[in-house]
Structure formats: C-alpha cells, structure tokens
Nanobody
Framework: VQLQASGGGLVQAGDSLRLSCAASGGTFSRYIMGWFRQAPAKEREFEACIGVRSSGTYYADSVRGRFTISRDNAKNTVYLHMNSLKHEDTAVYFC????????????????WGQGTQVTVSS
C-alpha cells in the first residue's frame, strides 16, 4: 500500500489543523493506521492509531484530548484532527499502515508515507 500525507502547514498556537493520509494500492480497510511525528533531532514518536473498522483508538499522552484520529474506509483515508495546537507539536507528521494487530509501536508498521510538516508558532 502507498500512503500520501497532506494537510500540514504553518499555524499559530491554539489553532486547529486536519491532516489527511490517502492510501492506494491495497485494501485499505484491512490495515491498521497510525500517525507518528518527528521533531528536529528527535526520534519518530507515536501519536495515534486506529483499528481496521475504527474498532479501537490509542493516543500518546501528549495529544490525548486534543487530537482525534478517524478513518473513512470508503475514501481510503485516515485523518488526524489536531486542536489546541502547541509549539511543541511542531514536527513532520507521518502516517503508517500495517496488516497486523493494532499497535502503538513504530516497529510494528510496515508502510509509511512521506510526511507532512506542521509548524506551530508560539
């Protein structure tokens, strides 16, 4: 499966943003989907994931209550709705997919998109 992330940009602290990740080349509904982010000089970190039929979601503590992951299997797309953005949310955001069980671990995802930059000015 190929993944294409989009929706990043430059926003101010407190703003909202919605990231999208469009999948192609596979049966989207079979894949668990995750969002990760990587800030400069830091490792890529888990932010949110969702089960194949939106059957479960997990969030990193840093974004729980502010970010919401959702998916539309008819559109082969997963979303990350980000509210109350903070400067520390600045990073490149990556979507990822896998056929395995729902996981928060980067190593469990086989397929990755190219990333979209989110910059939050304080």
């Amino acid at each position: 499966v190929q993944l294409q992330a989009s929706g990043g940009g430059l926003v101010q602290a407190g703003d909202s943003l919605r990231l999208s990740c469009a999948a192609s080349g596979g049966t989207f509904s079979r894949y668990i989907m995750g969002w990760f982010r990587q800030a400069p000089a830091k490792e890529r970190e888990f932010e949110a994931c969702i089960g194949v039929r939106s059957s479960g979601t997990y969030y990193a503590d840093s974004v729980r209550g502010r970010f919401t992951i959702s998916r539309d299997n008819a559109k082969n797309t997963v979303y990350l709705h980000m509210n109350s953005l903070k400067h520390e949310d600045t990073a490149v955001y990556f979507c990822a997919a896998d056929l395995g069980p729902l996981s928060t671990q980067r190593r469990d995802y086989e397929y990755w998109g190219q990333g979209t930059q989110v910059t939050v000015s304080s």
